[in-house]
Structures are given as structure tokens and as C-alpha cells.
């Protein structure tokens, strides 16, 4: 299928002389996220707050972003908002093993789920780096969307990260930390180990594929305004390499252009068979050029791999404006590529 869319405005394991080293994916420690209840007006506040952050820094990128009251125009309703939080769901602060490494993780799930029930599972790459852009016990956006449409939810927050071992690498080994969660998920006992997708935005995008370069097995796979060439992103956002690249990957000045492409899911699709692809990006987006999900798209079509591409007219980093329209097709593709 190609198509081509412009849409409008467990428990802790004790390690004793004669244990065995927790295996890649092995949950090693769970305990009940800390959720702290946010106020329909306060949430509003948040997310007004942030976006007027974008808007000036996309302005001093030369990038002019739609006003906020566009954005306040389409947030959710009261209502919307009250049958979001309304929703039962539960929520563990996880560590998972990984190349040696106790690694961080959230794991949504609806909160009762019947006997004998398999759901599922969805692992989510988060954007940023450090811990900007990482998870938080809450769920909102598309991870709230996935766990009220009946999905379990992994919320992945790399090596380095929220109380995790190692040194995060923006996509060196701990795209290894990508590829255990997918292990881990399919030894949840409420996982239906048969359906296991990726999903990821901006810097989780480029995750994404690159853990399914190594080794990722999954039924399919959704990306939100994915950073796919960083050789374009480097001349556009000169400003990542200097406070981003050169500080997280390693050896990152004995060969910027090798490290560069190693990380360029532009070029895991050109030579990746890639399991379905939803590709989602925004034309107003100053993190990420769209371009880069243009490439993606040419080299999976040169290809013929299947993919959907839909690109959001005027809209932003995340599609935070036609956030209802990224949530319904992200949903509908996972269950598209369901094993049933």
C-alpha cells in the first residue's frame, strides 16, 4: 500500500552468588508510578506555556509558527479532557535489562484487564535527549489514545536516563535499549506477544528505525515528525551538533559524517526491509524538516515496502494541531497489521 496524504489547517530479582545475570529484556525491577492529578485549567495552562516556548523558538530560527490561538482552538474540550483522565489506567515505573544496564521504562495498561486477556503492546521511543523530552508517569497525547484503545504501552527512556545505568548516545548502543523493550514486551503476561509495534517522535523516530536495523521484530511501526537525515538536520540546526552530538556520541570528531549517517533512518530505508511504516509529519515544523519523512518515503517506494505518508498542512513539531487526526491513524494502523 502506498499512500500520500496533505491534510488540512516483577518482581525484584535478588542477584546471589549462584544467580544467573538478568537476560536482555528481563524485568528487573516495578513499582506503581507517583501520579500527581492535574486540573483541566491547568493543563491547558502547560501546554499554552509550552507552545508559546515553540513559537519563540522557532521565530528565532527564521521558522513562523501558527499563532497560539490556533493551537488553543483545537486543544481538548472540558469534556474531551475530563473523559481522558477519566480513563482507568495504571501505570509502572520499571527497570528492564540491557547490554549489562538496569534501564528505565513506564508501562501504561489499562487497569483491569480481564482473566486470560492478551493485549497488544506498543513501544514508545521517546524524543529529546537527556531529560529533555523525557516520559513522565502521566499518560497524555498518543500514549493516553494507544492505552484507552486497549493497547499496553512501553515508554522507553534510554540508557543514562531517570535513574537508569550507562551513558545515553543518541542512537549508538542504546538503540540496544529500544530493541530489549521489545523483547521485554513480549514476555509481559499481558502481552499478546503475537502484536508488538514501535512507535516514536523527532529524536524517537530516528530510534525507531534504527532498532529495527538491529534486530527489532515488530508487526508494524508509527512516526511522528522522525529526524531521519541528520546530515540536513546538522546544516539546518548547527546549534545540535554543538550542544547535542558532539557531547553524547562518542568520538563524535574523528568522523561527524559516519556518525551522521549511522543514525539516518533515511538510510536504514534504503537498505532495511522495513515492516510497515505510518509516516506522520507536519509542514510547519522547525525541529525536524519535513523533508526528512519525504526522503523516508521516496526510499521505501524505490523499494516497494509498504508505507502511509501524511503530511499535516501548517501544523507543527508533534502534530500538535491535528492531534486527534495523529491518534486515530496511529491506532488504525496498529490495528491494521494485527495478528488476529
Known amino acids: 500500500m502506498f499512500r500520500f496524504l496533505l491534510i488540512g489547517a516483577a518482581s525484584m530479582v535478588f542477584a546471589g552468588a549462584a544467580s544467573a545475570k538478568p537476560a536482555d529484556g528481563e524485568l528487573v525491577s516495578s513499582k506503581p508510578c507517583l501520579r500527581r492529578p492535574i486540573s483541566y485549567d491547568e493543563s491547558v495552562a502547560l501546554i499554552r506555556k509550552a507552545y508559546e516556548s515553540e513559537v519563540a523558538l522557532a521565530s528565532k530560527a527564521g521558522i513562523a509558527q501558527p499563532p497560539v490561538s490556533d493551537f488553543l482552538a483545537v486543544a481538548p474540550t472540558r469534556a474531551e479532557y475530563a473523559a481522558l483522565t477519566a480513563h482507568n489506567y495504571s501505570c509502572r515505573s520499571v527497570l528492564y535489562e540491557s547490554d549489562g544496564l538496569k534501564v ?96 516514536g517522535g523527532s529524536r524517537g523516530g530516528m530510534m525507531v528505525y534504527l532498532a529495527i536495523r538491529d534486530g527489532a521484530k515488530v508487526n508494524a511501526a508509527a512516526t511522528i515528525s522522525a529526524m531521519t537525515d541528520l546530515g540536513l538536520e546538522s546544516k539546518r540546526r548547527p546549534n545540535m551538533e554543538t550542544d547535542v552530538w558532539r557531547q553524547l556520541i562518542p568520538n563524535y570528531d574523528a568522523n561527524p559524517g559516519a556518525a551522521l549517517a549511522s543514525r539516518s533512518g533515511v538510510v536504514v530505508a534504503e537498505h532495511v526491509d522495513l515492516p510497515p511504516m505510518l509516516i506522520l509529519h507536519g509542514t510547519a515544523d522547525w525541529r525536524v524538516d519535513p523533508r526528512d519523512s519525504y526522503e523516508v518515503a521516496e526510499a521505501l517506494q524505490a523499494r516497494h515496502r509498504p508505507y502511509s505518508l501524511h503530511i499535516f498542512d501548517n501544523d507543527v513539531h508533534g502534530i500538535s494541531l491535528n492531534w486527534r487526526e495523529r491518534d486515530r491513524l496511529i491506532i488504525d494502523w496498529f490495528r491494521q497489521h494485527m495478528v488476529r
Open 104 to 199: 528505565a521504562a513506564y508501562i501504561w495498561e489499562p487497569a483491569h484487564i480481564p482473566a486470560g486477556t492478551k493485549l497488544p503492546v506498543v513501544v514508545a521511543s521517546r524524543g529529546g535527549n537527556r531529560d529533555f523530552g523525557k516520559f513522565t508517569p502521566e499518560a497524555h497525547g498518543t500514549t493516553a489514545a494507544l492505552v484507552a484503545a486497549g493497547f499496553v504501552v512501553i515508554g522507553v527512556q534510554y540508557r543514562g536516563v531517570d535513574g537508569g545505568e550507562g551513558i545515553e548516545q543518541f542512537g549508538g548502543d542504546d538503540v540496544h535499549d529500544v530493541v530489549n523493550a521489545v523483547t521485554l514486551a513480549r514476555r509481559l503476561p499481558e502481552a499478546d506477544s503475537r502484536n508488538v509495534f514501535l512507535t
